[in-house]
Every structure is written in structure tokens, then in C-alpha cells.
């Protein structure tokens, strides 16, 4: 019963390199997030998945990009990467378009750009 | 739009001791409320929520919340903590109706249970 997977745990890259997170879930939820989270701040909505083949910018959305692969995976690509995105990155999903189930998350990712 | 603010970014206390982590929000619509507990180096996991009925809600661990509408308040407690509650908590909402499901949270509460 895997929930949501989060693949690296831990990353460190250098300023301007790329790379992509990667989110599995295995729930059958229609929605997927990601949000990062910064010390003081809480989690801040980076980008959403409301339904296969749809994606929107949330609270934070610039350098990064998204790919709803299809239903069961959502992934976060940083192009170029700064020291401003390091962070931890959770991946979460929910059932339907109502979030009265909450959310289910991952267990994160932690980037450290140098 | 929604926003939640958790009254204490750290609250300690000792062991068997209560206590209260506060949260307000404020929205023009009806919102569902949420507490998540997040353990050291782990993912957020839900603490309880409120959808509708009672206003004090029962969750995992023995915490419990009640709800203030006129107050706009959605307050944790839990009458006596362990060491393994150490933990931070974040209180999120999210509008009823609308095109989005969104959660917003507040910024967190690190709550330290001293021996």
C-alpha cells in the first residue's frame, strides 16, 4: 500500500543544471500537487493537476515546470536550476475535485542548489 | 480567496502537560478545515478535519479541534503530550464550493515535548 512515491529523497545540484522529481500514486486519485516548503513559510503551491491531461500554476510556479504523465504520475522539472529552489518538494494527490478527504503526500524530496 | 494564520510558530511544553496550537483563517465562503502533523524528516499526515455537524472533532493520537465560526478559529488540543508528539502542525482549509480543490496552509507550529 505505497500512497504516494517520491523519487530522488535527496538531490544536491549546481546552479543552471536541470533535473526532474518524479510522483507516483497508486490511490487512483484524480488530482495531484506539488508544493515546496520553506522554513517560516509553510507549503507553498507550486503547480496542480486537477484531472488527467490538465495542469495550473498555483502560488509559485516560476522556474519549474510540470507533466501530468497520465493518471498515475505527476512530475516537477526545474530547466535551470538557482539557490532560491532549495527546498523540500512534496508531491501529494486527492480523490475528486472536492478536497474532503485532505490530501495524501509523499514523503518529499530535499534539493539543495549550489 | 483563503488564508491561515497559526498563532505560534513554536509552542513547548512538558510532557503530560496540555496544550493548544491556534489556528484562524479567513474566507468569503464556507471552508473545510484540516489539521496535519508532519514528524521529523517525514510527509505530512492527516490529523483530522472538519466537513460538517459537531464542532469538536476527534482525531488520531488524541488530539481533537473544534471549530469557531464567528470566531473564524479552528484551535487543536490534546489534554496530555509525549515526547513522540514532537512534531510540527499545520492547519489548511479549503473552499466548499468553486472550481478547485485546493488546499492553503498556514505556516506551521513546532510543537517540542520536553521530558
Known amino acids: 500500500n505505497a500512497g504516494v512515491t517520491q523519487t530522488p529523497k535527496f538531490q544536491v545540484l549546481k546552479t543552471g543544471q536541470s533535473m526532474t522529481l518524479q510522483c507516483a500514486q497508486d490511490m487512483n486519485h484524480n488530482s495531484m500537487y506539488w508544493y515546496r516548503q520553506d522554513p517560516g513559510m509553510g507549503l507553498r503551491l ?9 495542469t495550473d500554476k498555483g502560488e509559485v510556479p516560476n522556474g519549474y515546470n ?8 505527476f512530475s516537477l522539472r526545474l530547466e535551470s536550476a538557482a539557490p532560491s529552489q ?12 472536492r478536497a474532503r478527504d485532505g490530501y495524501t503526500f ?9 | 480567496a483563503q488564508s491561515v494564520t497559526q498563532l505560534d510558530s513554536q509552542v513547548p511544553v ?20 484540516f489539521w496535519y502533523v508532519q514528524y521529523p524528516n517525514q510527509g505530512l ?7 460538517s455537524g459537531s464542532t469538536l472533532v476527534k482525531g488520531i493520537n ?3 479541534a473544534e ?7 479552528f484551535h487543536l488540543r490534546k489534554p496530555s503530550v509525549h515526547i513522540s508528539d514532537t512534531a510540527e502542525y499545520f492547519c489548511a482549509v479549503t473552499p466548499i464550493s468553486g472550481g478547485y480543490n485546493k488546499l492553503i496552509f498556514g505556516a506551521g507550529t513546532r510543537l517540542a515535548v520536553h521530558p
Do not use: D, H
Not at chain 1, 66 to 73: F, H, P, Q
Not at chain 1, 90 to 97: I, K, L, P, Q, Y
Open chain 2, 62 to 64: 488524541g488530539f481533537e
Open chain 1, 46 to 54: 507550486i503547480y496542480y493537476s486537477a484531472s488527467e491531461g490538465t
Open chain 1, 66 to 73: 510540470v507533466s501530468r504523465l497520465n493518471k498515475r504520475e
Open chain 1, 106 to 114: 509523499g514523503s518529499g524530496t530535499r534539493l539543495t542548489v549550489v
Open chain 2, 67 to 73: 471549530f469557531n465560526k464567528s470566531q473564524t478559529s
Open chain 2, 45 to 51: 499526515q492527516l490529523l483530522l478535519k472538519y466537513l
Open chain 1, 86 to 97: 532549495t527546498s523540500v518538494y512534496f508531491c501529494a494527490s486527492s480523490e475528486g475535485v
Open chain 2, 14 to 33: 512538558f510532557e503530560e502537560a496540555p496544550v493548544e496550537l491556534r489556528c484562524n483563517y479567513s474566507s468569503s465562503v464556507s471552508v473545510y478545515l
